[in-house]
Nanobody
Framework: QVQLVESGGTLVQAGGSLRLSCAAI????????MGWYSQAPGKQRELVAV???????TYADSVKGRFAISRDNGKNTVYLQMNSLKPEDTAVYYC???????????????WGQGTQVTVSS
């Protein structure tokens, strides 16, 4: 079994910073891309940032220059540093990882349970 365990979401004032963490635990052979998605009330889940196994990153336009994604491959963990937060960043943030559990198995996507980020004005 594989689980993604997220932490770091909380209430913060506009202009503040947060760091989200997501650890992949369980039987893992390798991890490909890892990323963060957000889902605001009444809206679809959307990509925030993704990082490849080699460290290449992609960001949503709305967070470029404010958020930074990174990963620690030794800890199977991905981070999202969120700076200059805005009320419109308020959402549930979900971690995603494409994981191969065994060499003979195909990789598949796993999701975390979500962590709430609320930015007050």
């Amino acid at each position: 079994q594989v689980q993604l365990v997220e932490s770091g979401g909380t209430l913060v004032q506009a202009g503040g910073s947060l760091r989200l963490s997501c650890a992949a635990i369980g039987s893992i052979f390798s991890i490909n891309a890892m990323g963060w998605y957000s889902q605001a009330p009444g809206k679809q889940r959307e990509l925030v940032a993704v990082i490849s196994s080699g460290g290449s990153t992609t960001y949503a336009d709305s967070v470029k220059g404010r958020f930074a994604i990174s990963r620690d491959n030794g800890k199977n963990t991905v981070y999202l540093q969120m700076n200059s937060l805005k009320p419109e960043d308020t959402a549930v943030y979900y971690c995603n990882a494409n994981i191969k559990r065994l060499p003979a198995l195909a990789s598949r996507d796993y999701w975390g349970q979500g962590t709430q980020v609320t930015v007050s004005s």
